[in-house]
């Protein structure tokens, strides 16, 4: 059996792309090994259909950190069995490339998002040129690579004219679930659920804005679910505004935990600023769970946002960021009980177009030449 080792530099627990990718794997036959990191916050691993192996650091963040963990990785994939090495994201390609050219091994590319352009690194020119400068010596080499929506492949040839597969991040269908009630979990029961979730819920992705924007909101309340920068800002805001019994936070949640809360939402949010390019050309994970929940969307108009949102006709678009402005977007949703509920049944009509079976097939045949 050939062996695939799945590389990514966080803690496992809720990314379910690359979840999906490894289980792809298994079906080809591969045996798979998923490697990360372990932080001290780090939640505990469900049993998985493949291997996996967590690091722990002596750093958590900065350049020491990604220093340590692509040194680390190095090591780990120069003197591990494989025969396939599949690199997520910009932050582990280095070690995953240096290993292929000196064992010679397949390499296979998946890029969640248009690193360079992600905002953490705005307004730091070295960090930024030292990461653009791996790209440019590696990403022409590259044969095979994947990214997840249109825009992005486009931008990534654009620049370097290798050929990009898109697979986008859509969930798989699951069997029956039973899912617990509002009381089990916690929830409110007589209002209103708005929901953002992620696991990165960081600068410029709206979260400010809505939490001020609860102060103007009718009826409902606001659950924040997952992590992030500026998670502790949030909260100091909710405070400040005495919003506690209209904002609510849950820590992240595993993969299979999380869709027990998002089926209870009556309205989903995905608020990203188009303040960046790779925040323009975002396709967040979470629009995707709210459609295979049945839940209807309020989202910013980013292009490939906006584009499932018309085509599907699964919610709406804020049109600004104005706290006041999003509130009367999520009053008028709320209010509207019809046009809620038909927005409620096209998602169940997407669900059923957007398929991860035909996304999976991009992977297989990806993957297939490697089997």
Same mark, same amino acid.
């Given at each position: ?63 020491? %950190?990604? /220093? ?21 994201? !910009? ?21 969640? *998002? ?20 791996? *790209?440019?010596?590696? %990403?022409?080499? !590259? ?28 969930? *798989? ?5 039973? %899912? ?39 009826? /409902?309340?606001?659950?924040?679910? +997952? ?12 405070? =400040? ?6 904002? %609510? ?18 309205? +989903? ?29 309020? /989202?910013?108009?980013?292009? =490939? ?9 699964? +919610? ?33 009509? /997407? ?16 993957? *297939?030449?490697?089997?």
């Amino acid at each position: 059996m050939k062996k695939a080792i799945v590389s990514v530099i966080n803690d496992l627990s809720t990314d379910k792309r690359v979840n999906r990718t490894c289980i792809t794997l298994t079906k080809l036959g591969f045996d798979v090994l998923l490697v990360g990191r372990k932080q001290r916050k780090s939640l505990p691993l469900n049993h998985r259909e493949y291997s996996t192996e967590r690091m722990f650091l002596l750093f958590e963040k900065g350049f020491l %950190f990604y /220093a340590e963990y692509n040194f680390r990785l190095f090591l780990f994939l120069m003197f591990k069995k494989c025969d396939l090495l599949v690199s997520n994201d !910009l932050d582990t390609l280095l070690p995953n490339y240096l290993v292929k050219k000196i064992r010679k091994k397949g390499l296979v590319y998946d890029s969640h *998002e248009y690193y360079t352009g992600v905002p953490e690194l705005e307004g730091r020119p070295f960090v930024k040129k030292f990461w653009k400068h791996i *790209e440019k010596w590696i %990403f022409p080499n !590259l044969s095979d690579i994947i990214t997840v929506n249109d825009s992005i492949a486009k931008l990534y040839h654009d620049e370097y004219g290798n050929e990009i597969k898109v697979v986008r991040n859509i969930p *798989e269908v699951k069997a029956h679930i039973d %899912f617990k009630s509002k009381n089990d979990l916690g929830i409110i029961e007589n209002k209103n659920i708005i929901l953002l979730q992620g696991s990165g819920i960081n600068v410029d992705r709206g979260a400010e804005e809505l939490v001020l924007a609860m102060q103007y909101v009718n009826e /409902a309340v606001l659950y924040i679910i +997952g992590g992030g920068d500026v998670i502790d800002i949030l909260k100091q805001m909710v405070h =400040e505004k005495n919003l506690e019994k209209k904002v %609510f936070f849950i820590p992240r949640q595993p993969m299979e935990k999380l869709v027990q809360y998002t089926v209870h939402a009556d309205l +989903g949010l995905t608020l990203d600023k188009n303040t960046n390019i790779n925040y323009r050309y975002s396709l967040p994970n979470k629009l995707f769970d709210y459609i295979y929940a049945g839940v209807p969307v309020l /989202a910013s108009p980013l292009v =490939e946002v906006k584009k499932i949102i018309e085509q599907y006709k699964i +919610g709406e678009c804020i049109e600004n960021h104005e706290p006041k402005h999003i509130a009367e977007k999520i009053n008028g949703m709320l209010v509207n009980k019809e046009k809620l509920l038909r927005y409620k049944e096209n998602c169940n009509i /997407a669900k059923n177009k957007l398929n991860w079976e035909l996304e999976e097939k991009v992977l297989k045949n990806v993957f *297939e030449k490697y089997a």
